[in-house]
C-alpha cells in the first residue's frame, strides 16, 4: 500500500492476462531513476495468474493493487486508477512494455520546465516482431494538425497534469469497452483544453504483436478511429461529403491502399483541409500544411501501381513543394515507381 504522503507522479497500469510479460513491465517502473511515485495495478478480472503476479508486488509500499470483480475494459481501469492517483501528474503505462529507467525523470522535468503544456509522451522502440522506432509530432501544432488523421501520442508514454482530468471534468469514454480507440477518444478531448508536446527520444520499448495478431487488431482499432476522425472533422468545422469522409479515414490508415479512390480526389481534399485550415484557425497554417504535405506524399508512396504514375501525380500537386522526404524514401519511391510500371505484367 503506497505511504500516506502524496507522491508526485502516478503510474497506472491496467491489466488484462498480460502473462509473462507483466512482471517485467513492473519491475520497469519499480526500477526507475525518479523515485517519487506510486504505482497503481489494476487487473481486469485476468485469467491468467496476472492478479496472483501484481499481488506479490503489494509488500513495496510504492504499489496499489486494484481488483475487478468482472471484466470492466481498459477505459473503466484508467478511469478507476485515476481516481485513486494522488500525484500530480499521472503516468501510463501497458502491461507488456518496458519502460526505459529515466522515462519519469525526463517526463516530470519536461512538463515541470513547461508550465503551459498538459501532456507529453515520447517515442517507442519496438521490439518482439519488430525494432522499428515509432516517430511522433513535436510542437503542439503539429500535434493538433496530425490528430486529424490519427494518434498524436505514444500512450504507453503519456504523462500528463492530473489537475487536467479536475478541471475539466474528463474521463476516459467506459462505453468503450476494449482497447481500441479509448486512448485516441480521450487525447482528442484532452487536445481541446491544452497543450500537447511530444519529445524526441525513446523512453519505453514498445512490444510487437505476431503479423498473424496485428491484423486483426488493427483493423478493429481503425474502425473505431474512423468513428473518431468524423468528430474531430465536426469540431475543426469543415464541411465534408460521405464520399470525403471515405477519402479523409483511407488515408489516415497505413498502407493506405485508395481501392477506387483517385489520387486526385485525395489532393483536392487535403487541399482543402489546409484552405480551411487558414479560415478557422484550428492550428498553424504552416503545422497544417506540412501535415497534408506529409499525408500527399506517402499516399502517392503507398499507391504505386503498373497503370499509374504515382510519381508524376505527386509532383504535379500543390502540396509537393511543402514535404521533403528523406533521401532513402524518396528513393525508394522512385525505384518502386519505375520497377512497377515497366517490369510488373
Known amino acids: 500500500m503506497p505511504s500516506s ?35 497503481i495495478l489494476i487487473d481486469d478480472c485476468s485469467q491468467d495468474g496476472s492478479l496472483a503476479i501484481a499481488r506479490n508486488y503489494e509488500s513495496d509500499p510504492r504499489v496499489l493493487v486494484l481488483a475487478n470483480a468482472q471484466n470492466r475494459g481498459r477505459s473503466f481501469a484508467d478511469n478507476l486508477g485515476s481516481e485513486y492517483a494522488r500525484g500530480r501528474y499521472i503516468a501510463k ?15 516530470f522535468d519536461f512538463l515541470e520546465r513547461n508550465p503551459t503544456v498538459g501532456l507529453t509522451s515520447s517515442f517507442l522502440k519496438c521490439f518482439g516482431e519488430s525494432n522499428i522506432i515509432y516517430k511522433y509530432p513535436l510542437s503542439a501544432d503539429a500535434v493538433r494538425s496530425s490528430m486529424l488523421f490519427n494518434m498524436p501520442i505514444a500512450n504507453p508514454t503519456a504523462f500528463f497534469r492530473r489537475s487536467l482530468l479536475q478541471d475539466h471534468n474528463l474521463r476516459y469514454d467506459d462505453t468503450i469497452q476494449d482497447t481500441f480507440g479509448e486512448d485516441y477518444e480521450f487525447i482528442a478531448r484532452l ?49 465534408f461529403t460521405e464520399r ?82 528523406t533521401f532513402q524514401l524518396l528513393g525508394k519511391f522512385l525505384l518502386r515507381n519505375y520497377l512497377l510500371r515497366h517490369f510488373k505484367k
Open 244 to 325: 470525403e469522409l471515405v477519402i479523409h479515414n483511407t488515408v489516415s490508415y497505413i498502407p493506405l491502399k485508395l481501392g477506387d479512390i483517385t489520387l486526385g480526389e485525395v489532393h483536392d481534399w487535403l487541399w482543402k483541409i489546409y484552405v480551411f485550415n487558414q479560415q478557422r484557425h484550428y492550428t498553424t497554417d504552416d503545422a497544417m500544411l506540412r501535415c497534408v504535405a506529409e499525408r500527399w506524399f506517402l499516399t502517392c508512396y503507398h499507391n504505386t501501381e503498373m497503370n499509374i504514375n504515382a510519381l508524376r501525380e505527386y509532383k504535379n500537386g500543390l502540396l509537393a513543394k511543402h514535404y521533403e522526404p
Open 5 to 39: 504522503s502524496k507522491p508526485l507522479v502516478s503510474v497506472i497500469l491496467p491489466i488484462y492476462n498480460a502473462g509473462e510479460y507483466l512482471q517485467p513491465a513492473i519491475d520497469s517502473i519499480l526500477a526507475q531513476t525518479f523515485r517519487d511515485f506510486e504505482l
Open 93 to 107: 503505462m501497458d502491461a507488456d512494455d518496458i519502460a526505459l529507467p529515466h522515462r519519469l525523470q525526463t517526463q
Open 191 to 239: 487536445a481541446q483544453v491544452t497543450k500537447i508536446e511530444n519529445q524526441p527520444t525513446v523512453l519505453l520499448n514498445y512490444r510487437t504483436l505476431p503479423q498473424t495478431q496485428k491484423v486483426a487488431v488493427h483493423a478493429h482499432r481503425n474502425a473505431k478511429s474512423n468513428q473518431i476522425r468524423k468528430r474531430l472533422l465536426n469540431l475543426f468545422g469543415i464541411p
